[in-house]
């Protein structure tokens, strides 16, 4: 869709940083591909990035993350739907008018040029004054940890060196946003966390950038956004801060995505004072949404379900009984396969002297309070047990 | 790992050397061989001597060669401009567009190269663009013949290209023209010089179309060759081929070496 | 991640002629999905073309369109306008006016149909020879390797950086009245003459044609060969296939459109092929490329000669056409193929 009028580009060379505090608008954004548009590979994406926050796109392949986030770049023209960076409706712009950072996962670092002399690239790109560069080139290096590199080809550097000198480039233009795609996936688990670690003081140190962060990773999103957005085909699932989707999933989509979840099929008691559940009544708080007699998913973290019929302090609790199917020792923690009546649940306990063996008739206790009922039918199918 | 039986694979080498010898490897070897020879009616070329080369170095074959690597820079430069400007331009467009591009371009491939010959003898032989007989049309033919190889070569190169170097030069505010300059052409420089070679090669040893409109005073290596081995002069054609070889080996060693370079920058 | 710049060729620190020659028969190796590079990218690289087919286009076409046009009008002028007046003038009858009637002569001469007959002979023997002996060499050097296997598969690469006319000399040398072969049976048996003397047959072209044309063989065939899965090899040696039975059911398969690129592309070569019939001198042997210089350089009958180029490009370009769309088919499935290269495997 072309630019309206009012916010068409003006002939200026590539913008400044669009203000120090600028966010990003998805506004009934969709992208369709295909000769006749025919596949959609995001639909009408509404969705706001605060100035300053972090928000993670957390989806698995092909859910379109990634397509949203080329949207914002202007690599992918949306077939309706606007983009907004700031105040700016950059929809028409092409990309180097935009004034966006960039890491992508495989860094795409200018193999032919120092480390400086990529880093300087954008500054170079957007005619910054010549004696600024050699500063602001220092300056983003530093920041990154990287200022001893900078003569350095990037051939020379570690996956996770290359990473940094990304970064450091995308930071050079002082950008109002800086969008990663998936910028820690080629990163082995070790270099990963501590790049995570990096990527969160960088925030704390520049905590006027609107940060768009692309994963499939569950862990990133949970540890780095403010906030996290959901996808899965095409579709924005769920939206929350970590702990809401977390704690608070409203799709059995979330639930599974974002953390581990027994997802339960359960019927609403007619009193709403509970659910049954395979024909034994659990007692969980019933939210607004659900009439009694309505089918629902009980979402139930493995790590808050305990051994035994009751709560050691003795409060109110759940039973399900069932077999063991299976045991995986996971260091601090047992997790047990425990199949009742059929469905199967798994319960994550601490370690201890007599470990619970297959075959063995068990009982397990969780809270109310810990359970979260789902209504049925908020995704198209209930694929997504874990 | 094909064939684990130790002596089946000796025989399989066996085959094979009898095959590759005398189909590759005798040929080179017996025109290195001959051009240093004023005979052959033993198993093995007899008459040593050096006369041919020491003709080459003082006769018309010095300027045949130098006729030859002129119009083969001047043609492999411009083909490849031309290549590659139409083979970034067509990447820009749209999947059909390009289609048609593709099939212009590399149209010269499938033309008979004596007809390329003959169509410029009878679009260039009359006034305004009276080109027959200068060194021009031999330039200009074997422009047309080898830019379909350097287009093909770019177009390679190009889908090759990581388009992640491409948008994050946008992306980090760089105009497609700085783009192009600062990012793409450096990255396909290596496969720009390969493109290079291949074009000179090609036209160092054009000799179809050459043979239908050189003029006089413009004899490339390969004509040269030709009129001797067809007076019967097969050894003094011989030494000239092996001028031929020599150089355009010489080129794409250079070449090669610059390509090195460029990668490892 | 920076990709090696180089395709199927490698790092462009061997030979010289290596990448030079990987560009020349690229179309082959890239268009089948066999070029290394294609096959190896990052996924990355699979998310591009819906990328680029809904990048901004509608404010650049403009632009594009633009600066497609520099090229081909310069095309256009150089190549399809000459050729353009090569057909006009194949209909321009030397007595004025414009007719047909140049076809029906030229039709009727005994000398252009004993040229197209043997044009087509030569270049489909070529063809089936030059696929033979580069599948035969290209398996060899692929699957049963030797020490220096890979230097003699750049070795015949050079042959690609030299003419073909060099073919021909050099088999004066070897098989010539006067050369290797018959000196050394005269030698031997002190025979007045060698027994060889097929120099100026059609054989004599044959033998230039398969030397000549088998590297455009070997060369997306080795690419191919190198994409083969050697799990796959050993699975279907470990389950009791004999080499032939892998041969055919794995690596063939596999190779099959390489094979087919290389095959249509040698017909394409074989039959515009210029340079060896004229090393080769012999009366006898008359080809439409030979014909074409003949008739308007030594008889000065440009309206035949144009009439027998028009014959000649009508043959090659529908062959080339055929090829590119062949190519364009199997190109576009290189997943499938190796999906059914696994079940033969399996």
Known sequence: MPAPAATAPTRKEAPAAPGPASGIRFDGVRVTYGRRGEHTVLDSLDLTVAPGEVLALLGPSGSGKTTALRTVAGFVQPAAGRVLIGDRDVTGLPPHRRGIGMVVQQYALFPHMKVAENVAFGLRARRTPRAEIPGRVAEALEMTGMAAYAGRHPRELSGGQQQRVALARALAIRPGVLLLDEPLSALDAQLRSGMLAELARLHRELPDVSILYVTHDQIEALTLADRIAVLDRARLQDCGTPQELYRRPRTEFTASFVGTANLLPVTVRADRGGVDFAGRQLTVPVGDGLAGGAAATLCLRPHLVGLGERPHDGGPGNTLRGTITEVQWRGATHRLYVSVDGHRVLADVPERRRTPAPGEDIALHFAPEDAVLIPAGLTEDGAHHA | MLVPSKSARRAVHLLFFALFVPVFALPLLVIVAASFATGWSGALPSGATLAHYRDIAHGDALDALLTSVLTALAASLTALTAGTWAALAAEKRTRRTRRIIDALFLLPVAVPSVVVGLSLLVAFSRPPLLLNGTPQI???????????????????????????????????????????????????????????????????????????????????????????????????????????????????????????????? | MPRTESGAAGTGTGAAGTEMVAARTESAAARTGTGAAVTAAPPVRAAASPRTRFGTRSRRTGAAALWTLPPIAALGLVFLYPLALVVWQSFTPEDGGHSTAPYTAVFAQASFRAALTNTVLLAAGATVGALLLGLALSLVIAFVPFPGGKVLSRFIDLFLAFPSFLITLALLFLYGTVGMANGLWTDVTGAAHGPLDFLHTPWGVLLAEVTYFTPFVMRPLLAAFSQVDTGQLEAAASLGARPWRIVRTVILPEALPSLAAGGALVLVLGLNEFGIVLFTGAKDVVTLPMLVYTKALLDGDYTGACVVAVVNVALSVALYALYRTAMSRTGGSPARRTGGADRAGA
Do not use: N
Request: hydrophobic share 55%; glycine share 6%.
């Open chain 2, 138 to 265: 031999v330039i200009l033919a074997h422009t047309v013949l080898v830019t379909a190889f350097a287009y093909q070569s770019v177009t390679a190169a190009l889908t090759r290209l990581d388009p992640a170097y491409e948008q994050c030069a946008a992306g980090l505010g760089a105009r497609p023209v700085h783009v192009l300059w600062r990012v793409k052409l450096p990255l396909l420089l290596p496969s720009l010089t390969a493109a290079a070679g291949l074009c000179f090669a090609l036209s160092m040893g054009e000799l179809s179309a050459t043979m239908m409109i050189y003029p006089p005073d413009w004899l490339p290596l390969p004509v040269q060759i030709f009129a001797a081995t067809d007076r019967g002069s097969l050894f003094t054609g011989a030494a000239l081929a092996v001028a031929l070889m020599a150089t355009t080996l010489l080129v794409l060693l250079g070449l090669s070496r610059l390509r090195t370079k460029a990668s490892y920058r």
